[in-house]
């Protein structure tokens, strides 16, 4: 059975990296206690999802400003001027799926999940499914 958990994440800025692993775990501890693989979506064009260090939280703006490197300023046709932050959505990705252990995920010592704004400042949804 296809269960399912969405959440609001809120950024302050055009480009911001926020660690959202504990709202991931505490979506996936309300659904489900076993074992298994979550899938975990944010469905929109200008934001993405990854697994990166979570102790530095100078890594988070050294990222940040690497991924502004990625794309240089550059005229794109796109009326909105946000193409650049498509660009890059489609780069990193928009889904991640994740094991899980007793309702936990299994994370390495120094993981955490990455909410990457590329187009704030904006509320956004995440969601996280599991299939048990």
Known sequence: ???EETFSVRTT????????????QRALSS???????ATI???????????NENADPDVLEDL????RAVVPKVKF??????????????????SL??????????????QGIYFVELDGP???KVTVYVNE
């Open 1 to 3: 059975m296809l269960r």
């Open 41 to 51: 979506v944010v469905p929109h064009t200008t934001c993405a999802i990854s697994v």
């Open 122 to 124: 904006r509320s956004r």
């Open 13 to 24: 800025a055009r480009e911001q990296i926020l660690i959202i692993t504990s709202d991931v």
């Open 31 to 37: 659904m489900t206690k076993g074992d298994g693989i």
């Open 77 to 94: 046709a796109h009326g909105e001027g946000n193409s650049d932050a498509h660009f890059l959505s489609m780069l990193i990705g928009c």
């Open 97 to 110: 799926s994740w094991p899980y252990r007793g309702g936990k995920l299994i994370l390495g010592t120094w």
């Open 64 to 67: 940040t400003k690497a991924l």
